[in-house]
């Protein structure tokens, strides 16, 4: 794989005590769970590992709770992760990691079992990547896999840290997910196209910064393109803008066209005074825009024009939805972007929560290469940044 971090081939688990560390990081509603996308993208490590032998015990947060919370608990995930496996996954709610409950239900695992330990942030430490917790819970394996991708920008205990006291690996999701980011960032297939939207240029100007070193194409979508239209002059009425990242989105288009990278911003916008079902719409031109109107999703023009450059590429990369498409019909310019996506030839790849959200309400993920598990991760990984979580594999060494 692009980087050298160890990966499940090159380690032996056959009966060993293996803490895995993944991304149950799922919506639950009345006590079952609901996207189970990630649960699901797991299963290839877990069978793998428990096919070999090993007795696993699975770490993994929930939101963001103050300490122990009953709507935290992971007992839900269980559920579905055991109907999912086809056999049992021991779960009991725990006070948390470290606790002597805890300490107990791991202490009584039989071999060959697989143990969902107890929501990690339940534990202050967690998060503040204390060495004391990190200790605990790799006391109870004897190896660290790490599959939890959508956690791997966050150095906590039961990601950075355990994996600075266990010999540890990546797990089949988070070596996927590397590859494939990776080799985006390092060797795409040409021509590579970038599509960018979203609500804001604050949140994406690393990614576009990096991106301006590998793309052939960046087309920009989304309220970011106001904050370019008008650093280039134009009116863009009561669309939302960044009015202190002018001076910023000014130096992007210039460092663009210095790495010949074509930056497209779309021509043409729909516009509505409110974002509202059945509201009145209107196209006008993106530098146009009379006051009172805001701008709420790229226009026919910028579709055909975006879809023709997504046709031609052989690598495409999407982050950021082109328009605010929780509301029809400002939904039509992401729609037919994500229909794009879906039928060019070549490499698709697409991050971001509420792009991956975008795309399985449309109903085409199954058309997409890769749609990465990671929100913040695939962000901070295509921003050229180390993540902490896999940068410490394989620091301790395999016997
Ligand atoms: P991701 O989670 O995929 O990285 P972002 O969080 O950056 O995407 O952006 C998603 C949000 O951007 C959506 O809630 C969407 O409504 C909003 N958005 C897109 N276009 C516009 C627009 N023209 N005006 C206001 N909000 C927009
Ligand atoms: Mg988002």
Not at 88 to 100: F, I, L, M
Not at 307 to 325: C, D, H, Q, T, Y
Request: charged fraction near 25%; hydrophobic fraction near 45%.
């Amino acid at each position: 794989m692009a980087t050298s971090i160890p990966t499940l081939d090159d380690v032996s688990l056959a009966g060993k005590r293996v803490l895995v560390r993944v991304d149950f990081n799922v919506p639950i509603t009345d006590g079952r769970v609901g996207d189970d996308t990630r649960v699901r993208e797991t299963l290839p490590t877990l069978r793998e590992l428990a096919g070999a032998g090993a007795t696993l015990f699975l770490a993994a947060h929930l939101g963001r709770p103050k300490g122990p919370q009953d709507d935290a608990r992971l007992g839900p995930v269980a559920e579905r992760l055991a109907e999912l496996l086809g056999r049992e996954v021991r779960y009991a709610p725990t006070p948390g990691p470290g606790s002597s409950e805890q300490q107990e239900f791991v202490a009584a695992a039989p071999e060959g079992s697989i143990t969902l330990l107890e929501n990690t942030r339940f534990d202050p430490r967690e998060t503040k990547n204390d060495p004391a917790l990190a200790e605990v819970l790799a006391g109870y394996a004897d190896a660290f896999v790490n599959d939890a991708f959508g956690a791997a920008h966050r150095a906590h205990a039961s990601t950075e840290g355990v994996a600075r006291l266990l010999p540890s690996c990546a797990g089949r999701l988070l070596q996927r997910e590397l590859e494939v980011l990776g080799t985006l960032l390092e060797s795409p297939q040409r021509p590579f196209v970038v599509v960018l939207g979203g609500a804001k240029v604050s949140d994406k100007i690393g990614v576009i910064r990096n991106l301006l070193g590998v793309a052939d194409t960046i087309l920009v979508g989304g309220a970011m393109a106001f904050t370019f239209a008008k650093a280039a002059g134009g009116e863009v009425g009561d669309s939302l803008v960044e009015d202190d990242k002018l001076e910023l989105a000014s130096e992007l288009v210039a460092e663009a066209e210095e790495k010949r990278v074509r930056l497209l911003l779309p021509d043409d916008v729909v516009c509505a005074e409110r974002v509202e079902r059945g509201v009145d719409i209107a196209v006008h031109a993106i530098g146009a825009i009379p006051d009172g109107l805001k701008g709420l999703d790229i226009g026919p023009d910028s579709t055909a024009r975006f879809e023709k450059a997504i046709r031609a590429a052989r690598s495409v990369l999407w982050n950021g939805p082109m328009g605010v498409f929780e509301v029809p019909p400002f939904d039509e310019g992401t729609r037919a972007i994500a229909h794009a996506v879906a039928a060019m030839d070549g490499m698709s790849v697409i991050g971001g929560g509420d792009s991956v959200a975008a795309v399985n309400a449309i109903g085409v993920a199954d058309r997409i290469g890769h749609v990465s598990t990671g929100g913040g991760a695939s962000l901070e990984f295509l921003e050229g940044r180390t993540l902490p979580g896999v940068a410490a594999l394989g620091s301790v060494p395999w016997r």
